[in-house]
């Protein structure tokens, strides 16, 4: 995997921030992940966009990137957990970009994803990850399946349902895949920004050979989510069945800001993480299908992934 070599020099070091014990580079292993990208209002997606030098990342005039990712962390410093990505994709500068041109010079436009929101199931992720590197974590019940044809996550909190992402599974992983990939989250009024290296073998499907449905549920954290105007379908899922990475402990920050002085911090400060403790177990998973009953308002009809691939034949 391609690092930094200020990265690579701390490695066999050791590090205690807040509390949380961490040996160099602080990276993971072993985890299976999923991804599916929908598009976007373009506008709409900017009005989520805290600041003013953040901006939707474009593939059309009026079209952006809603991008989910989930990630079943087996081996890490703390623990195994999962994480449940809601991110947009965004540029980041004084003026808004070309649509599809920052995908050429990612790091001229400073391309990256927003992340909107981030349940995960244990409270020391919620503690390092916002604390640290300012992500919007926060605890949820989460779970991660693989089945036949297919993988899905299901993110429930305080007994309403949230959100389920559901993928065809591509049968045969076969692009290895080393890169980088850039969050910017807000948090105590900042807009910080963090790096992952990661590497794995990675299988895609992109276009009409894409499948993935997205649920919406009726807890409060995604009413945002509805008024985006999200595509039928996916233009593009991924699947690593097993991926490695590297969180890089170097982040930067910039203040937010609004035309008129904001009454309170954006979107919280540190009172949020300050007397949280390292409780690394997880948090129960959503029940079963069916127990108990589901409101969700589905973005496409959910269908068997075995009977999609017939209909496909």
């Keep these: 995997m391609f690092l930094p070599r200020r990265i690579q020099r701390q490695s066999g070091r050791y590090s205690r921030v ?23 209002d ?3 997606a900017a009005s989520l966009l805290p600041g003013n030098e953040l901006h939707p990342l474009r593939v059309s005039r009026d079209r952006a ?13 703390i623990g195994a957990y999962i994480e449940f990505s809601i991110a947009l994709g965004c540029t980041h500068g004084r003026r808004p970009a070309p649509p599809l041109l920052p995908l050429l010079f990612q790091k001229h436009f400073g391309v990256g994803q927003y992340v909107v929101d ?13 604390g640290i590197w300012g992500m919007p974590k926060h605890l949820a019940r989460l779970d991660f399946r693989m089945e036949d044809g297919s993988v899905s996550s299901r993110y429930e909190e305080g007994g309403q349902q949230a959100v389920r992402v559901r993928i065809e599974r591509p049968r045969l992983p076969w692009l290895p895949v080393r890169m980088a990939a850039v969050n910017y989250c807000a948090f105590r009024g900042m807009l910080m920004k963090s790096t992952i290296y990661f590497r794995g073998r990675f299988g895609f499907r992109l276009g009409k050979h894409a499948w993935g449905t997205l649920e919406l ?11 985006l105007g999200i595509s039928p379908r996916a233009f593009f899922t991924g699947f690593f069945p097993s991926s490695s990475g590297v969180l890089d402990d170097h982040s ?62």
């Excluded at 981030?118 to 916002?130: A, F, I, Q, R, Y």
């Excluded at 549920?217 to 008024?227: C, M």
Aim: no cysteine; charged share 25%; glycine share 6%.
């Design 118 to 130: 981030l349940p995960v199931n244990t409270e020391v992720s919620v503690k390092g990850g916002k």
């Design 252 to 313: 930067e920050a910039w203040f937010l800001t609004q035309p008129t002085l904001p009454d309170v911090t954006y979107p919280e400060g540190l009172e949020s993480v300050v007397d949280l403790g390292q409780d690394q177990t997880p948090m129960p998973p959503p029940e079963p299908d069916g127990e108990p009953p589901r409101v969700l308002q589905e973005v496409v009809p959910l269908h068997d992934a075995r009977s999609h691939e017939e209909a496909r034949r």
């Design 18 to 40: 807040d509390g949380i014990p961490y040996a160099l580079p602080v990276d993971s292993k072993g985890a299976p992940a999923l991804m599916a990208a929908f598009t976007v």
């Design 217 to 227: 549920g009726d807890h409060p954290r995604v009413k945002a989510l509805r008024d």
């Design 65 to 77: 990137v809603l991008l989910i990712s989930v990630i079943d962390y087996k081996q890490t410093d």
């Design 42 to 44: 373009a506008r709409r």
